[in-house]
């Protein structure tokens, strides 16, 4: 009987031991989960606190003045401006020096030099024709110029976009984390006091992960399209990730398609190089037609003879004094092929203006129901009901906690919430993207904030 006894509770001991152990390791997992709550929330926090605020104004500012690849495309206008000058340089004139000895020394004949000066005199306008082909190849440089820039402030605009874009999503994960951890402490609770069963809290543990790995992915991306913005803005050194403030603001415009087709073939930098090219064509066929047109040679020289004291023919010594012209023979000019080059290159850049003509007109068509589509879906969300989404899940979440209802309803309020901004920022940033294609093709930037 006491050896029954002693058994007894020698089990009821290792029983006693058992819970203890599972409960330290309980009170362990529920510590582990305050402590790295805080911290995990903490470093997200950290990572947009830390990170520099930036403007759109500031932004294309800087983009505009510190753009390297915009920089090495004004060298172009400088190159052109350089050309220009050097058209306007007249042909040099040749100098010429020569020294003579009219035969053996021992006859005597004398000896002596001779100079000269030529130049070349240009007829037919060529330098005027150099002149004009030159001051349009300038002008034509800075149009493309114009429409580089037009291109690169429509895509930095875009860059711009995603950055902010991709801030609004890790703000939205990063909510919805902070959401779910406090769930998952609130749930370990619960479970230490069996208000719950097991598979819940780790429902909520799972779902709290998930949501991490997700948070994570996302903020990689938003650093990359962060880190982005200064390649645009030309630092050389990023001293910190650059976030652009949000939310998208000041999208409503009104248009016309008619009016913004005429405006765009009228306006448009890449049309304005069209029509440049096509004054550039005709330029060329004046200054093909110039050098067609004889120069003239002229030349001036001096002579100097020295005494001949040959004893059969003695002659003092003299100077003389010579001019002439010379006239080239230019028989290419049986051949015509410069001038039906020059002819075919009019009909090419007449056909590429009418290209560019229609392309615009399609563009500005395209972007403009574009951007209608997207006006109309940015207003089907409005804040109310991200302000209703939120509701229903703070409602969701104190019923789950008060045991009213399930964690599966907590958790389809979660994505429902998640899914609604999503949209809402999705929407808003289609509407924004579609806003700053519609103002690049139709040539037009009243964009000052976004």
């Not at 009821?12 to 989960?33: A, E, V």
């Not at 060529?126 to 690169?152: G, H």
Request: hydrophobic content about 40%.
């Amino acid at each position: 009987m006491n050896k029954q006894h002693m058994n007894k509770q020698h089990m009821n001991k290792q029983h006693m031991n058992k819970q203890h152990i599972s409960t330290k390791k309980r009170l362990t997992l529920f510590l582990f989960i305050l402590t790295l709550s805080p911290t995990a929330i903490a470093q997200d926090r950290d990572s947009l606190s830390t990170a520099q605020k930036l403007d759109y104004s500031t932004f294309i500012t800087a983009v505009g003045q510190q753009n390297l690849g915009y920089a090495a495309e004004k060298f172009n206008l400088n190159i052109a401006e350089a050309n220009l000058i050097s058209a306007r340089v007249f042909p040099d004139p040749e100098f010429s020096v020569g020294l003579f000895d009219n035969s053996e020394r021992t006859k005597q004949l004398g000896r002596g030099y001779n100079t000269g000066l030529a130049w070349t005199l240009e007829l037919g306008s060529k330098r005027k024709a150099r002149i004009n082909l030159a001051s349009d190849e300038a002008e034509a440089t800075r149009l493309l110029l114009e429409d580089y820039f037009r291109n690169l402030r429509a895509d930095a605009t875009l860059a711009f976009l995603m950055a902010k874009q991709q801030l609004l999503l890790v703000k939205t994960y990063q909510n919805s984390y902070q959401q779910l951890r406090q769930l998952v402490v609130s749930d370990s609770i619960r479970y230490q006091l069996g208000s719950i069963p097991e598979i819940d809290f780790r429902q909520s543990k799972l779902e709290a992960a998930n949501m991490r790995n997700t948070l994570l992915a996302t903020e990689a991306t938003w650093k990359a399209s962060a880190v982005n913005l200064a390649v645009f803005m030309g630092e050389q050194t990023a001293t910190g990730i650059k976030t652009p403030q949000d939310p998208f603001v000041q999208l409503d415009r009104e248009y016309r398609l008619n009016e913004l087709i005429r405006i765009a073939q009228n306006d448009r930098s890449d049309l304005k190089v069209a029509v440049q090219n096509k004054q550039l064509s005709q330029r060329l066929l004046q200054l093909a037609r110039a050098n067609r047109v004889i120069d003239l040679g002229i030349s001036l020289g001096f002579t100097y003879n020295g005494e001949a004291r040959n004893e059969t023919a003695p002659t003092p010594q003299f100077t003389a004094i010579n001019a002439g012209l010379s006239i080239p023979l230019k028989f290419s000019n049986l051949k015509t092929s410069d001038l039906k080059a020059a002819k075919f290159k009019i009909d090419q850049d007449e056909t590429a203006y009418q290209e560019v003509l229609l392309r615009i007109q399609i563009e500005v068509t395209q972007a403009f129901f574009t951007y209608q589509a997207a006006q109309k879906q940015a207003q089907l969300f409005d804040s109310a009901m991200l302000l209703e989404a939120k509701a229903i899940l703070e409602g969701k979440v104190y019923s789950y906690k008060r045991g009213e209802t399930s964690l599966i309803e907590v958790l389809n309020a979660q994505r429902t919430y998640n899914e609604t901004q999503l949209s809402y920022y999705e929407a808003r940033y289609n509407y924004a993207v579609a806003l700053v294609e519609l103002q690049r093709t139709a040539g037009i930037w009243d964009i000052q904030d976004i």
